[in-house]
């Protein structure tokens, strides 16, 4: 796709005022442009490209960042993440200071998930204020494999009695470890990239980087307009 879906979408409402027509028929005119018979083409066409290749989330003890801006699929990306540990019969966890737990739903539902919502195996806490010893208490029983999700990296630090950005991502990155569970934090990445000419972001466009420094994640993934660009971090120090 050229543009991502939302663009997509912007166009379509542009189109339909501009020819007075229903906008499902918009929609399908773009859908079209882009190459797909129709709208409902062109969305699971972008369903299945937010879908995680399983290869880059393999080693238990393994903290990923998932980095884009707004509407560019790291939410579907992460919680394919979940739903595909929830296929492989581990134990997922949905962390969200983001979204409600009925747009979670839905959005598994739209990638044709909904039955991992039914396994039992995956719990989704939007518990307000949540911070790294909410979120390690909760993984106390959690086994070797399992896969929690963070929705988002910034909001972490939201309350003020919690420690530093940087000490609480530290902290869940060892219990990680320790437990060897799988970790993955979804990111905010800074507007300035959109003026930077890359094609995707880097580990240098994460918001409030100066609050995290590096060496605290072992791969990070970043989405933009369909790109995804995947790599391995060096360890501090």
């Known amino acids: 796709m050229t543009y991502p879906v939302f663009l997509l979408k912007r166009q379509a409402r542009r189109l339909a005022r501009d020819k007075n027509q229903p906008l499902h028929q918009a929609l399908d005119e773009i859908a079209r442009r882009e190459g797909y018979q129709a709208w409902s083409h062109l969305v699971a066409a972008s369903n299945r490209q937010a879908v995680p290749d399983p290869a880059i989330f393999a080693e238990p003890g393994e903290v990923l960042l998932i980095g884009a801006r707004p509407s560019q699929g790291k939410t579907l990306f992460g919680l394919g993440l979940a739903a595909d540990a929830v296929r492989a019969g581990f134990q997922a966890s949905i962390f969200s200071l983001e979204c409600t737990e009925p747009t979670i739903r839905r959005r598994?539902?739209?990638?044709?998930?909904?039955?991992?919502?039914?396994?039992?195996?995956?719990?989704?806490?939007?518990?307000?204020?949540?911070?790294?010893?909410?979120?390690?208490?909760?993984?106390?029983?959690?086994?070797?494999?399992?896969?929690?999700?963070?929705?988002?990296?910034?909001?972490?630090?939201?309350?003020?009695?919690?420690?530093?950005?940087?000490?609480q991502v530290a902290r869940l990155r060892g219990h990680a470890r320790d437990r060897r569970l799988r970790l993955a934090f979804l990111?905010?990445?800074?507007?300035?990239?959109?003026?930077?000419?890359?094609?995707?972001?880097?580990?240098?466009?994460?918001?409030?980087?100066?609050?995290?420094?590096?060496?605290l994640f072992d791969k990070a993934c970043f989405l933009h307009k369909g790109k995804t660009s995947l790599v391995t971090l060096p360890p501090s120090g």
């Open 108 to 167: 598994l539902e739209r990638m044709r998930r909904a039955d991992d919502l039914t396994s039992g195996r995956l719990r989704i806490d939007l518990t307000e204020g949540l911070d790294a010893d909410h979120i390690m208490t909760q993984l106390q029983t959690a086994k070797p494999g399992d896969v929690a999700v963070v929705d988002y990296l910034q909001l972490l630090d939201q309350n003020r009695r919690s420690p530093t950005l940087r000490d």
């Open 187 to 215: 990111s905010q990445i800074d507007r300035r990239f959109e003026l930077s000419g890359k094609p995707v972001p880097d580990y240098s466009d994460i918001r409030r980087l100066d609050a995290l420094g590096t060496g």
